[in-house]
């Protein structure tokens, strides 16, 4: 079949808009398609990989078949364009706006409190929107279904789950003891001192006051479509990129013909598994056949011995096929369908099993498959077809394996796949182990079958695989047939496991490391096996009469806590605050749970962020080149080959920094050596971001390894490899009491690092102006002065001509502190040289591999201790890994040294601490600051010694904590009665006692799940510990309508700061919020800023702001005086009149903070803030698995 040399146009529906594509490029995926081409900008990019849910919107499509339109999320950023052919496509933009209508899910979400930083809130939403589409009253487990695939980084789902809620049939609450009342309800165990029960409240809104959801108000399918999938097209459909064509016939027979011609092209399908190869190991199909049209490969067909499944059915609706044969067969005949149900529910998220078919699932053959293992056991067929004709091959072991004489020919095709039914004495099932329940890949999986020789409990046959623990799905081929003819006993049982680790050899490698853990999963997963099989046996032997029936004795109700799964139940929660005092002026917002500012914006996509800004004029694209090297000398750089690739403007190397390429250590451009992997090297400019990716391949860099190449703590320690002097405070003679303790215990304890994963990656766009060298920069920080005057020295211009603008941040958490002005120097340098303006926008590969992340920690402790649990003396030492640059090392050592004694007293105290250099990317600032690696030091010492005494952690929490008004390690004066109050009434409100006994109670009746119940508290100081930092501006203008734009230092990273700002605001002027705005932060309203971080921020720009609204008031006062009864907007028109100043610059001094590590004593924290916690976490001993109960 020729292959046209002109592409077909490309039509499909967005938001009920006709798009024809004429030049559709197979390469383009919805995402970009969506945003850069129809500017509809709410959809987000922030993984590109389908694993976060941001890019979520609805495809409808008509099914050829029912003639059904469904509805279905999709992440945007795995759809090619081409794939869309007769789709219609709804967007956040399509569902309602601000302008227009909101739609009942966007208010809810807003109105619930359910967005921070709002980036992930459209993806939310379009989840949402889907499922309501579908289920207009959704159970809460549909709801929990259709939001298992979305992220949030800031928020918590709680609020999120809870505007879903509103739309559920009915909400249940926790239905503690069987009450239908929550537990968190008000009047139980609330005997609080957080307020009386009255100015408790728990209600962020009322639901009956939401608009109602109303089904007939949706966007209809476009009847365009429902004509063109009536008359389907039937003839071939091409679509020619710059690199790709797509071939989508319209028959079974032309597929067949265009797979013979071009064996090597890949059939796509959902693109889940093609997409993120091609994205990530750079693969390129010159050629993509799209089976999409072929309606052959959605055929199901039952039989009285199996199921038939087309290749092309999507994991969707291969459950709800086998939903439908289980509710209709007998249970003995559904066991290999319940199993694949079973991981079904588990296998990514509702947006990939919407896309991903069962043909690209079986044939990608994936190490960590979900199904593959349960259809290799299960004994699956697959049904091949090719012009040649149709054969079958079991989907076995060695077509797992990618054996050639076992797999598909090159030209051959997946049609589909039978699955036979299981049989009386026959048992099938599936084992699954991943970090969370959902949406995440499993570390190691299983399918597992037996046969046994009717009415005994002989095996006849037995198949077992594993997924997760080799390349490919592993066979325990061996060790099942040598228990062929065994009796399913302990004897067998013992036998198998030892074969099964034999025969299951992990290699070190196996991916995802963690190799002791997996080999556990291997033996664990035999065990509830046999288990479960021997409970079945036992129901189906009885009538039989066996021989010697004591071999099957009961299983003890003790073990049978091996077979219980952790049930996916709807998390419950509830918010408590204080409501304010009800003399409060109405018209007062401070204290009132105000929605975010940006909460609607947010839900509509509407909210801007950096990279949603339009494109500007004359605009480049930049991409960065980073080390392949850990640590090695640069011999040569070639730019030759990137710089002939077409739409390539230039390549920006340190030569072409006028300014300071970074500091000494810590270079923006690498000069001579690199440092890390994933160190910048230089930056490729392109008119697009594709071509300045394409570029990066092409630039040849030849390194000379050094050595010693450091990786680790223990690494660093060993070569004495550090960044900076140790950090050391002490108190008390801490030898001397370890002489007097009664018992003294060492440990150590490792805690790893944590990638930021803000869901916004770092992006920045550079403008330069025609005018005196100035420069607009639009950048994604929590630190636009730190952006602006690196950007100043880099270019070596002064500060002055340089505006940092941030209108929102997409979450922070302290990863955008310092980098922002490493990439925003980049791009300011690219937009200097080249006078375009530069746009960067990070990977969220590139920004994994360049930036830092949490420190880890190697911690060691030596703590003595008196029989009664009063701890005498403490010693620790702490190192983290700083990784190859200083960044906030030295800082974070320096908090995590203040803030180890957390909320103990112990009078002989040392803490030490030091940061070490290795050829990691540096790590950087993290919520809390190096407090929560250190917490974990302190605690892990408290039970530690709870053990060796033998009495519960929470006694030698209460035993050892700050009691009275005290001095901390560093000498500041400490009062810890609030902290006292906070741990009271947690041990209060959680019934603490309570729910220990009942987890001892349950512990003792469950030998392999087990319950642990702590309560810790928290001494938490916030702010720096340096006076400089604690001091804040704020530039507050009224207008002559009586409107008011204030700005401040702050910026908003979704923790609500312009919300906070305008309620301190409107309490000082004494007018509602309505009457407010905040436009941006920009360096140019309020200079000289300080980073919105440790926990700050609202706290000492607020402080500003009441500053600004005071003096204005005060100016205003002779006139108010005069006309009383007046109102605003007249009392301004008065104030122009006569000439008084309407704008006002507010300033806070901020507190005195200092610390002397000389003397090891100081003040460095304005104010603490307190805190309890108790957790209660119930764990599978077997497996890992863990829930949180409460
Ligand atoms: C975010 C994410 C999370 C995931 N989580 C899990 C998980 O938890 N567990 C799990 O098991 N999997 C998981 N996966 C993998 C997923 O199951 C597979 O990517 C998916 O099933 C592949 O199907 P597809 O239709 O998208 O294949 P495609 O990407 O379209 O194609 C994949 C391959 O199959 C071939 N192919 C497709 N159909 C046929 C056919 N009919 N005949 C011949 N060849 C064919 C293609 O040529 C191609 O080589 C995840 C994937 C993503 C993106
Ligand atoms: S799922 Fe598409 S951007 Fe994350
Ligand atoms: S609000 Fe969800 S990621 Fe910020």
């Not at 030049?23 to 945003?35: I, K, M």
């Not at 509830?528 to 009469?545: A, D, G, N, R, S």
Request: with cysteine.
């Amino acid at each position: 079949m020729p292959c046209p040399s002109r592409s077909d146009e490309l039509v499909f529906f967005v938001n009920g808009r006709k798009v024809i594509e004429r030049n559709a490029d197979p390469e383009v995926t919805l995402l970009s398609f969506l945003r850069k081409n129809l500017r509809l900008t709410g959809t987000k990019y922030a993984c590109g990989r389908g694993g976060c849910g941001a890019c979520t919107v609805m495809v409808s499509k008509r099914d050829p078949t029912s003639q059904e339109i469904r509805h279905f999320s999709v992440t945007a950023c795995l759809v090619p364009i081409c794939s869309l052919y007769g789709a219609a496509v709804t967007t956040v933009e399509g569902v309602g706006s601000m302008k227009t209508r909101l739609h009942p899910v966007q208010e809810r979400i807003a109105k619930s409190h359910g967005t921070q930083c709002g980036f992930c809130t459209p993806g939310m939403v379009m989840s949402m929107y889907t499922l309501l589409r579908n289920h207009p009253q959704p159970s809460e487990e549909q709801l929990l279904e259709a939001l298992g695939g979305n992220l949030c980084r800031c928020t918590g789902y709680r609020p999120i789950l809870a505007s879903g809620k509103t739309f559920c049939l009915e909400s249940n609450g926790c239905q503690q003891k069987g009450t239908g009342k929550c537990c968190l309800d008000l009047g139980e165990n609330d005997s609080s001192s957080l307020g009386r029960k009255s100015d408790i409240c728990t209600e962020l809104f009322v639901k009956e006051e939401f608009q109602p959801l109303d089904p007939t108000q949706e966007l209809i399918f476009p009847p365009e479509l429902l004509r063109m999938t009536e008359n389907p097209e039937k003839r071939t459909l091409t679509f020619h990129g710059e690199r790709v064509t797509w071939i989508s016939p319209g028959t079974f027979k032309d597929l067949l013909e265009l797979k013979a011609k071009h064996p090597e092209a890949p059939l796509i399908l959902g693109n889940t598994s093609l997409g993120p190869a091609m994205r990530s190991k750079g693969c390129l199909y010159p050629i993509l056949l799209s089976p999409a049209r072929i309606s052959e490969l959605n055929v199901v067909s039952k039989t009285n011995d199996g199921l038939t499944i087309g290749a092309g059915c999507s994991l969707a609706q291969v459950k709800d096929i086998l939903a439908e044969r289980v509710s209709e067969l007998p249970e003995e005949k559904t066991q290999t369908y319940r199993a694949l149900l079973k991981h079904l529910k588990s296998l990514a998220s509702q947006q990939i099993r919407n896309m991903a078919s069962l043909g690209g699932h079986i044939i990608s053959r994936h190490s960590y498959s979900d199904l593959n293992p349960i259809l290799a056991v299960g004994n699956a067929t697959l049904n091949l077809t090719s012009e040649e004709g149709t054969r079958r091959i079991p989907l076995s072991e060695h077509f797992l394996a990618g054996l050639a004489s076992a797999d598909l020919k090159p030209e051959e095709i997946l049609e589909s796949v039978y699955i036979p039914h299981s049989q009386k004495w026959e048992f099938v099932s599936a084992f699954r182990q991943a970090q969370c329940q959902q949406n995440a890949l499993p570390d190691v999986n299983a399918g597992m079958r037996v046969l046994f020789k009717e009415g005994t409990d002989i095996i006849e046959d037995l198949s077992i695989t594993y997924g997760g623990v080799g390349a490919a799905t592993v066979s325990a081929h061996k060790s099942c047939q040598q228990l062929l003819g065994r009796q399913w006993d302990e004897l067998m049982l013992d036998e198998a496991c030892r074969r099964l680790l034999d025969e299951v050899s992990l290699p070190g490698w196996a991916p995802g490391g963690r190799v002791e853990f997996k080999r556990t999963l291997v033996v664990s997963f035999f065990f509830k096996f046999y288990l479960q099989v021997l409970q079945e046996l036992k129901k189906l032997i009885k009538p039989f009469p066996v021989p010697n029936s004591r071999r099957y004795p009961e299983i003890s109700d003790r073990f049978l806590s091996a077979l219980e799964d952790f049930p996916g139940t709807v998390p419950q929660g509830v918010q408590r605050y204080q409501s304010v005092d009800s003399h409060q002026p109405l018209q007062d917002p401070v204290g009132r749970p105000v929605m975010h500012l940006s909460g609607l914006k947010h839900a509509t996509g509407e909210a801007e962020f950096c990279d949603d800004i339009p494109m500007v004029d004359k605009e480049l694209c930049m991409a960065l080149v980073t080390s392949t090297r850990a640590y090695a000398k640069i011999i040569s750089v070639d730019l030759s080959e990137a710089l002939e690739i077409p739409g390539v403007v230039d390549v920006i190397t340190a030569k072409d920094i006028p300014g300071i390429n970074g500091t000494k250590d810590d270079k923006l451009l690498a000069v001579d050596e690199v440092l890390c992997v994933g160190q910048i090297i230089c930056a490729v400019v392109a008119e697009t971001d594709v071509q300045a990716k394409r570029a990066i391949e092409k630039i040849k860099i030849t390194y000379e390894e050094l050595e010693p190449i450091i990786f680790t703590i223990e690494d660093a320690i060993k070569h004495n490899s550090f960044l900076c002097p140790e950090k050391k405070l002490e108190q008390g003679n801490i030898e001397e009491a370890f002489e007097k303790v009664d018992q003294i215990v060492e440990g150590e304890v490792h805690v790893g690092g944590q990638e930021h994963f803000y869901m916004e990656t770092q992006r920045v766009l550079v403008i330069p102006k025609t005018e005196d060298k100035e420069l607009d920069i639009y950048v994604s920080t929590q630190d636009p002065a730190h952006v602006q005057k690196t950007v100043s020295s880099t270019l070596n211009i002064p500060i002055n001509r340089i505006t940092c603008h941030v209108k929102r941040v997409g979450g922070g958490f302290g990863g955008k502190i310092g980098r922002p002005a490493v990439f925003g120097a980049i791009a300011a340098v690219g937009a200097l040289k080249t006078g375009h303006p530069i746009r960067l926008v990070l990977d969220r590969e590139d920004d994994m591999l360049i930036t830092g992340g949490r420190h880890p920690l190697f911690g060691k402790y030596k703590v003595g201790f008196m029989n009664n649990g009063r701890i005498k003396a403490l010693d620790i030492e702490c190192f983290i890994n700083g990784g190859c640059t200083l960044d906030d090392s030295e800082l974070v050592t320096e908090f995590l040294i203040l803030k180890l004694e957390n909320a103990y007293k112990i009078r002989n105290l040392r803490f030490r601490g030091r940061a070490c250099l290795t050829n990691l990317p540096s790590n950087t600032a993290f919520r809390g600051f190096g407090f929560p690696q250190g917490t974990l030091v302190t605690e892990s010492c408290i039970t530690a010694v709870a053990a060796k005494c033998g009495l519960p952690p929470e006694k030698i929490r209460e035993k050892n904590m700050y009691r009275t008004v005290d001095k901390t390690i560093y000498k500041q004066a400490f009062n810890p009665e609030s902290l006292i109050r906070c741990w009271n009434e947690c041990l209060d409100v959680s019934s603490f006692h309570n729910r220990r006994k009942q987890a001892e109670e349950f512990n003792k009746k469950n030998y392999w799940k087990k319950r642990g119940v702590a309560v810790i508290p928290m001494k938490f100081s916030v702010g720096f510990a340096a006076t400089s930092y604690h001091q804040a501006a704020a530039l507050v203008h009224i207008y002559t309508d009586g409107s008011v734009l204030v700005t401040h230092g702050g910026n908003e990273l979704g923790q609500g700061i312009h919300t906070k700002m305008l309620q301190v605001a409107s309490r000082e002027l004494k007018i509602p919020m309505s009457h407010l705005h905040i436009c941006e932060t920009s360096t140019a309203m309020v200079p000289n800023t300080i980073a919105t971080a440790a926990s700050v921020g609202a706290d000492i720009n607020g402080k500003a702001v009441q500053n600004a609204c005071q003096i204005l008031l005060k100016r205003l006062e002779p006139i108010i005086k005069k006309n009383p009864e007046g109102t605003w907007e007249e009392w301004i028109e008065a104030a122009f009149e006569q000439r008084i100043s309407l704008s006002a610059t507010g300033y806070f001094r901020g507190y005195k903070a200092f610390m002397d590590w000389e003397k090891g004593e100081g003040d460095p924290f304005p104010y603490y803030v307190y805190g309890a916690a108790c957790s209660e976490v119930e764990i599978d001993c077997l497996t890992g698995a863990h829930k949180s109960t409460s």
